[in-house]
T-cell receptor, first 107, second 115 residues
């Protein structure tokens, strides 16, 4: 079965602390994974995708096929990073989203 | 340019009523997706269009749900005989190419409340 698991509903960190948002997936085949973000009162938007291997707003995510994980990391959290983060997996035609993790960065 | 727009933004329906939700994708976008997002959950895939062709409707929860995109641009999601469990935010997204490796642009959603 195709599934995306985000085990944490809420993650609170202090400004300047490292952040890791966890994502595990289940997929038979070669997965394509994404992180989407939704800031307060804004639309859901793409943050990054694993095939780009890029860093966006200081965030990176590495696909670990052995552990079937795609954790999102940032070395120093900023207050403006507070948002809802969704990990997503692309199937044949559909995207499968996790339940999301709310990140709160405390001053 | 304008992003994806959805209307209405809010809809209250009495149980048993039919509703129609509209999505205007970004002009020229080939792919269009509908998602259902219940409170506290992530978006759940409903259906996918490539131009006017509905290539995947496996996520539609029942035969009360129907989606169309007759001219390959605007899409309508119709829910017949609404039930309380249909209460959710319905999201539309479009992307620029037929393949799925391209960024999806999401609309603001339509919040449906069934009373």
């Amino acid at each position: 079965a195709q599934r995306v698991t985000q085990p944490e509903k809420l993650l609170s960190v202090f400004k300047g602390a490292p952040v890791e948002l966890k994502c595990n997936y289940s997929y038979s085949g070669s997965p394509e994974l994404f992180w989407y973000v939704q800031y307060s009162r804004q639309r859901l938007q793409l943050l990054l995708r694993h095939i780009s291997r890029e860093s966006i707003k200081g965030f990176t995510a590495d696909l670990n096929k052995g552990e079937t994980s795609f954790h999102l990391k940032k070395p120093f959290a900023q207050e403006e990073d507070s948002a809802m983060y969704y990990c997503a997996l692309r199937g044949t035609y559909k995207y499968i989203f996790g339940t999301g993790t709310r990140l709160k960065v405390l001053a | 340019g304008a992003g994806v727009s959805q209307s209405p933004r809010y809809k209250v329906a009495k149980r048993g009523q039919d509703v129609a939700l509209r999505c205007d994708p970004i002009s020229g976008h080939v792919s269009l997706f509908w998602y259902q997002q219940a409170l506290g959950q992530g978006p759940e895939f409903l259906t996918y269009f490539q131009n006017e062709a509905q290539l995947d409707k496996s996520g539609l929860p029942s035969d009360r749900f129907f989606a169309e995109r007759p001219e390959g641009s605007v899409s309508t999601l119709k829910i017949q005989r609404t039930q309380q469990e249909d209460s959710a935010v319905y999201l539309c997204a479009s992307s620029g190419r037929g393949g799925l490796g391209y960024e999806q642009y999401f609309g603001p959603g339509t919040r449906l409340t069934v009373t």
